[in-house]
């Protein structure tokens, strides 16, 4: 059976016996669901309509319509195509393989259905724009009725030796190339070049998406249907961009990496917030693509949304010409912790295709990243433009969990207001971002502890950030304090801590994913027993510094400050703590994570002096570098109980 292929808006074509002999090639399975391809709903119609023989004998036992086409498949000299004509079947063509010596002339253009993700592989659309016959994605079930395939089967002709198929656009129409059943790619009126072979798909309106054959691969160089005139010289593709007000020329070396050809879904996974989400006082460091063939970014790169505030404090308005292809994920002016998330991400799910990029601007408070703000605006175009893309290569659209780096200038901002407004920007990302996508599963904000700067001590947003998964673990997870980290000054890391920071996101998408927090605190006399979620962990002095003023981040607090600690001891989940005498005051607690050093100057986010803790678990994995990724203790205050 010859699959039109309708992702490239080609004039593919069919013939009877196509869909009619072949039932191997008519079905696909979606999310574990067999349900029909298009060639499948027109396989099924001709056999009904009775428009496939085997014989002219059959054939001449039936009637037709005026106009109607029908094929004999296996007559000898009968072979062929047939029309009714004035009450009689009158031979057409000799054979099936061949093409029409003329095409109708109401030929049905291959045009995108108004919704073309609701097909199939596409659908066959008249000239006003009714669709004639598709498969509906959500019922498997066929759009159009037998009147039509008549129309659809006499108007476009597939040559069966090939499953796909690529004509040019004038009006003898010539095969450019074509692809066999075993998956080999060949030329037919065009030369092949030693190496690479370019090919233009012509869109419904006229515009060129541009594809390259390689050793019998067919590989994406510009996708968005807005390119033209390629040319292959010296291993790069030299070819023309339309933008908005534009045109210009770009280039692409070979060899070239795309969607893979066995890709069904394209998965966007997104970062947004301040300056530290995207990556700024870093120099790039991933700046070879570590997953060519599976982590995808915009044409503009990584950083194509994540655009600082300029020197007049405005907001910068996305350019559309950066979102048009996908080119494999790297490194590029800084480094953005979205990346080696996204990596880790991928990892973690290797059927998947990810395609990741960055919305954050330096100095964010996060009532400017909410709906109304050009930031949120343009996060949520980059989604359509990403779905437009999926669909342009006949895959799915989904949104990944959605890394939230945010908080650094939010430092006078109270804990309930912070956490009213985490609330406030899930729901609208959750609605905005499912109304792109289709989706039906919620989004998941990925948040880390911050370590806010201003002066503020009292740990108010890490602690809204913790809570907010603790209420809703299906809106919200929280991936490590923003400790343990190398900073450029005081609150921005270096490449490699971006690295690592945005690996430890990664490793929070995964659904069962806790941080590493205390689930009880229980004192007898002056021996305080804290219990933690995981075992094994470690009291690491290596990479954290011990704090001048605590034991190793633990520390006593009540109304009177009663008491101090004396001693801290470490077996697999539990932390024995022991105090310098009884403590009598109110309000008991083991804080974690939550004073800086009593030398240090705020606002202090440096590893050396700032908030932290030297408790960790054992390695996660590695990141992007090949690094270590640990949890390390959750900033938090625990209630002591007796």
């Known amino acids: ?62 009637t037709g319509t005026q106009g109607q086409m029908a094929e004999v498949t296996n007559d000898g000299d009968n072979t062929g195509r047939y029309s009714w004509q004035d009450g009689a079947w009158v031979k057409s063509l000799d054979t099936t393989s061949a093409k029409f010596e003329q095409v109708s002339q109401a030929v049905i253009e291959n045009k995108f259905p108004s919704s073309w993700g609701d097909y199939v592989d596409g659908a066959f659309k008249s000239e006003d724009g009714a669709v004639l016959l598709g498969v509906k994605r959500s019922t498997g079930r066929y759009v159009g009725t037998p009147e039509h395939v008549g129309r659809v089967i006499g108007e476009k002709v597939l040559d069966p030796r090939y499953s796909d198929i690529e004509h040019d656009d004038t009006p003898e129409r010539n095969i450019i190339w074509a692809k066999k059943w075993d998956g080999s790619t060949v030329s037919i009126n065009d030369p092949v070049p030693s190496d690479v072979e370019l090919v233009t798909y012509q869109s419904a309106q006229g515009r060129m998406q541009i594809k390259a054959i390689n050793d019998d691969d067919i590989v994406t160089v510009a996708s968005a249907f807005n390119s033209f005139n390629p040319k292959l010289t010296s291993g790069k593709i030299e070819y023309r961009e339309k933008a908005t007000v534009s045109t210009y020329t770009r280039h692409k070396e070979y060899p070239f990496s795309t969607f893979p050809v066995t890709a069904t879904t394209l998965t966007h996974f997104i970062g947004y917030g301040e300056s530290l989400a995207a990556g700024t006082g870093s120099e790039p460091t991933v700046t070879t693509p570590p997953l060519p063939d599976r982590l995808f970014m915009f044409n503009a790169g990584v950083l194509s949304l994540g655009r600082e505030q300029d020197a007049s404090a405005q907001h910068i308005v996305i350019d559309p010409a950066g979102l048009q292809n996908a080119e494999p994920g790297k490194s590029a002016i800084k480094e953005s912790p979205v990346l080696a998330a996204a990596y880790q991400y991928a990892q973690d799910n290797p059927s998947k295709v990810v395609l990741v990029s960055q919305h954050g601007f330096g100095g964010a408070l996060i009532d400017g990243l909410v709906r109304g703000n050009e930031s949120y605006d343009n996060l949520i175009y980059s989604a359509s433009m990403a779905r437009a893309m999926a669909e342009s290569n006949g895959m799915k659209y989904e949104i990944a969990p959605i890394s939230f780096i945010q908080g650094t200038n939010d430092w006078a901002t109270s804990l309930e207001t912070y956490g009213n407004m985490l609330d406030t920007l899930w729901s609208q990302l959750n609605e905005d971002l499912k109304a792109v996508s289709g989706q039906s599963d919620d989004i998941l904000l990925l948040l880390e502890q911050t370590l806010a700067g201003g002066g503020q001590n009292d740990g108010s947003l890490a602690f809204a950030q913790i809570e907010k998964w603790q209420q809703y673990p299906n809106r919200f997870h929280c991936s490590n304090p923003r400790y343990g980290y190398t900073y450029v000054d005081n609150s ?66 009540d109304d009177t400050n009663s008491a101090v600690i004396a001693d801290v001891a470490l077996s697999d989940d539990t932390v024995t703590i022991t105090l310098d005498q009884e403590p009598t005051g109110a309000n008991p607690q083991i804080r974690i994570a939550d004073r800086q050093d009593a030398d240090a100057v705020p606002p202090v986010n440096l590893t050396g002096t700032g908030k932290r803790c030297c408790l960790r678990t054992a390695s996660l994995g590695n990141d992007v570098l090949g690094n270590p990724v640990y949890k390390r203790a959750a900033i938090y205050r625990i209630n002591v109980t007796q």
Not at 20 to 47: D, E
Not at 497 to 510: I, M, P, V
Not at 520 to 536: H, L
């Open 492 to 557: 921005h890391l270096d490449g490699t801590s971006y690295d690592n920071q945005g690996a430890s996101q990664g490793f929070a998408c995964r659904a069962d994913y806790e941080p590493l927090y205390p689930v009880s605190a229980v004192r007898t006399g002056t021996t305080v027993v804290v219990k933690f979620n995981e075992g094994g962990l470690v009291m690491d002095t290596t990479n954290i510094i011990p704090p001048t003023d605590g034991n190793f981040g633990f520390y006593w607090k």
């Open 1 to 62: 059976m010859a699959i039109p292929n309708f992702d490239n808006g080609a004039r593919d074509l069919v013939t009877v016996s196509d869909v009619a002999n072949s039932p191997a090639h008519t079905t696909v399975t979606r999310q574990g669901t067999t349900i029909p391809t298009l060639a499948g709903a027109l396989a099924g119609i001709a056999v009904s309509a009775g428009l496939a023989y085997e014989t002219l004998a059959e054939l001449q036992a039936t």
